[in-house]
């Protein structure tokens, strides 16, 4: 059964730090990532996605892959309170098109 | 991005009443759309993979004759919870599929409570 593994949280933050967000999968067959964020009663929106190893950098978001070790992260420089929210990591196999989620972790980024 | 819109946004019905969620891709034909179901605090769970003018595939678990979904059109799909129970209650969303293997665009989201 695939599994994406994610820590709930809430990871609490100051305003302007950096936030670390892992996820770990068990599928090595995983060929792409996602990381959404998804608001308090609001459907998730993506941020990000990775399919090769090492970093990818979108403003202040970068995502992190490493397949050996199979985990993906994400880390939020300059964190704001907008931030806050619960982000979900999503994985995806080769060949797939639907992607599995892990439970999120909940980011709470205070003034 | 493309806009997804779902209705009802909530909803509240009677144990053993009959809802329907509709799902409309609002400016791109979705030939796949995906049901979601999200339980307080925990993973979006897949309920089934809706294609166009064809039966829709449900995932292991999900109760085909309960969940009923139709996807009529190309930018409508719709999930029909029959005989609803207190445990139905949830967090559903759609998602249409977009023309890169990422993309997946999501519906806001119907809230159902079932008292």
């Known amino acids: 059964q695939k599994e994406v593994e994610q820590n709930s949280g809430p990871l609490s933050v100051p305003e302007g730090a950096i936030a670390s967000l892992n996820c770990t999968y068990s599928?090595?067959?995983?060929?792409?990532f996602f990381w959404y964020r998804q608001y308090s009663g609001k459907s998730p929106e993506l941020i990000m996605f990775?399919?090769?190893?090492g970093d990818k950098e979108d403003g202040r978001f970068t995502a992190q892959l490493n397949k050996a070790s199979q985990y993906v992260s994400l880390l939020i420089r300059d964190s704001q309170p907008s931030d806050s929210a619960t982000y979900l990591c999503?994985?995806?196999?080769?060949?797939?098109?639907?992607?599995?989620f892990g439970r999120g972790t909940s980011l709470i980024v205070h003034p | 991005g493309a806009v997804v819109s779902q209705h009802p946004s909530w909803v509240i019905c009677k144990s053993g009443t009959s809802v329907k969620i509709e799902c409309r891709s609002l400016?791109?034909?979705?030939?796949?759309m995906f049901w979601y179901r999200q339980f307080p605090k925990q993973s979006l769970m897949l309920m089934a993979t809706?294609?166009?003018?064809?039966?829709?595939?449900?995932e292991q678990g999900v109760e085909k004759d309960k969940f009923l979904i139709n996807h009529a059109s190309l930018t409508l799909s719709t999930l029909t919870v029959t005989s609803a129970h207190p445990e139905d209650s949830s967090f559903y969303i759609c998602?249409?599929?977009?023309?890169?293997?990422?993309?997946?665009?999501f519906g806001p989201g119907t809230r159902l409570t079932v008292t």
């Open positions: 400016d791109f034909q979705a030939t796949t």
């Open positions: 999503a994985v995806m196999q080769g060949g797939s098109y639907i992607p599995t």
């Open positions: 599928d090595r067959g995983s060929q792409s």
């Open positions: 998602s249409g599929e977009g023309r890169e293997f990422y993309e997946q665009y």
């Open positions: 990775i399919y090769s190893n």
């Open positions: 809706s294609n166009e003018g064809s039966k829709a595939t449900y």
